[in-house]
């Protein structure tokens, strides 16, 4: 079965970290681009951040820009993503997803080919 599985999020304080972590099981994840969503409560589903398939080209929405960094290791299946400086408007699920062979520069814009996972939820509150 070919799926992502999130993991790395909790309850954290304004101007906390965290490192979310995204493994594939299944499939080879280095021939994708990966990207990570958001779902905060009542809103819709948002593109946060994605990675193209070598980890050269990053793109990040304007609301994480400076506080959010996208990685990858393709020798361990997984693709990372560091949250710092965190407020409460970062709350939420938080979702990784095959976006096949396109990173692109709009994250909101992004196309994913595969299923969504369960998400990890990221809580930020004092």
């Known amino acids: 079965q070919l799926q992502l599985m999130e993991s790395g999020g909790g309850l954290v304080q304004p101007g906390g970290s965290l490192r979310l972590s995204c493994t594939a099981s299944g499939f080879t994840l280095e021939y994708y681009a990966i990207g990570w969503f958001r779902q905060a409560p009542g809103k819709e589903r948002e593109g946060v951040s994605c990675i193209n398939d070598s980890g050269d080209t990053t793109n990040y929405a304007a609301s994480v820009k400076g506080r959010f960094t996208i990685s990858r290791d393709n020798a361990k299946n997984s693709v990372y993503l560091q949250v710092n400086s965190l407020n409460a408007e970062d709350t939420g699920v938080y979702y990784c997803?095959?976006?096949?062979?396109?990173?692109?520069?709009?994250?909101?814009?992004?196309?994913?080919?595969?299923?969504w996972g369960q998400g990890t939820q990221v809580t930020v509150s004092s």
């Open positions: 997803v095959n976006l096949g062979l396109f990173c692109k520069t709009d994250v909101h814009d992004a196309d994913p080919i595969g299923a």
